[in-house]
């Protein structure tokens, strides 16, 4: 297998210019197959036949859930390839993918905080799913945290690294034990592991609205990643004439 | 290999005995803790002894991650961190004998402390030795996962908090199952299975986090 374009990679001038060419095809993506399925999903797929329509928040809760947690796994992926082939732009994606998971992990608890009223009747449930993703929101903050107060940018770096590789060898663990947990303290009243077998015209927007948010968090991410690219490159001559570009275009 | 680790053991264990304030602090501020409860929840003794093994652990909890922030402070800030480092010896054994050091005299102390703790929250005495049991195989992990956040944020000029705010959700598994064994103990239900669970945790995390530890300890070095 050629492995030129992940040496390339290495090269915040040739990131720069790819992902420029690949950032209007994920934006333009994200934003159809969002409108489309939030369509779908908003006015087409059947009422649940016990929910009614209050299930219809599924399609931006378990997209965001989805997100949060894959989110967390790059961040250890992007980490281990910093570290292991110090190579410059992992680690600029592991700082700049932090914030976006932490705002998914915040919109998924949020959407499941307004579906739980209705269904459960309560805003909120020491369930063990609900737990372990209030504890994924409080990793994400330990790691924006540890990026911020460390001022050298190639150690915060590092350092983020290191703490997400620690963190996604602890999911797991976090995971099973709250799991354990709760079967310990309160036996289960009720399970939203289990979801019923879902029709086509429900599940079909659902698979649309979840290809759509990792498209704009690929197309988000990317913007980040590229202004950070330009901020730590300010001193070379490309980036600087990059720079120079932009400001004559907007003005 | 082994000689490292002893001469760092008994330098660790000399430092450690010219403060014996630094080592008496942790086992106050755990008494204190515990002693807090029944004056927020109230003196009923049957709730007490509810709570206590919650109680217990997440005080141990508190008082190792404040034991921890000066873990490698004095070694960064006289330069023996750059040492080490430097030095031909392997860091990951270093780190371990400076870690161990840490836990003889900070978890081993509050694990003998506790029971005297336990018995005022009124927990019957046949259930002291599985509390026992169960905060000795959990401190550990506890000194270890906060010397890695101690490694990353040895530098920083206030790294109090954020060291907080970094270890404390990883220190979530032991929580569970170090209260969770005591819970089932009181219940009278057999332990064997919880206890087994914390040892491979133990175990794990006296393979893997030393690893991380130095490669913290070299990025704040490096710094």
Redesign the interface.
Known sequence: MNWTWFHKLGSPKWFYEISGRWLPWLSVSAVLLIVVGAVMGLAYAPPDYQQGNSFRIIYIHVPAAFLAQSTYISLAIAGVVG?VWKMKIADVAVQQAAPIGAWMTVIALVTGAVWGKPTWGAWWVWDARLTAML?LL??Y??II??GH??S?RE?SA??CA??A???V??IP??KY??D??NT?HQPATFTITEKPAMPMEMWLPLLIMTIGFYCFFAAVLLMRMRLEVLRRESRTRWAQAEVARQIGRSA | MSNVFTLMLLRETRLMFRRPAELVNPLVFFAIVIALFPLAVGPESQLLQTLSPGLLWVAALLAVLLSLDGLFRSDFEDGSLEQWVVSPHPLVVLVLAKVLAHWLYCGLALVMLSPLLALMLGMPLDRIPTLLLSLLLGTPVLSL?GA?GAA??V??KR?GI?LA??I???Y??VL??GS?VI??ALQGLPTTGYLLWMAS?TMLTVT?APF?IA??LR??V??
Do not use: D, H, M, R
């Open positions: 570290l504890i409080f990793l903050f330990g945290a540890l107060a460390i050298n150690s590092k350092a290191i703490l590789i620690v963190g060898v602890n663990i976090i034990s709250v354990w947990w310990l | 996962l890695v990353l944020t530098g920083l790294g954020l705010l970094l404390l959700p990883l979530i598994p569970i199952l969770g819970q089932a945790l893997l991380a490669a913290g990025i704040s490096g710094e």
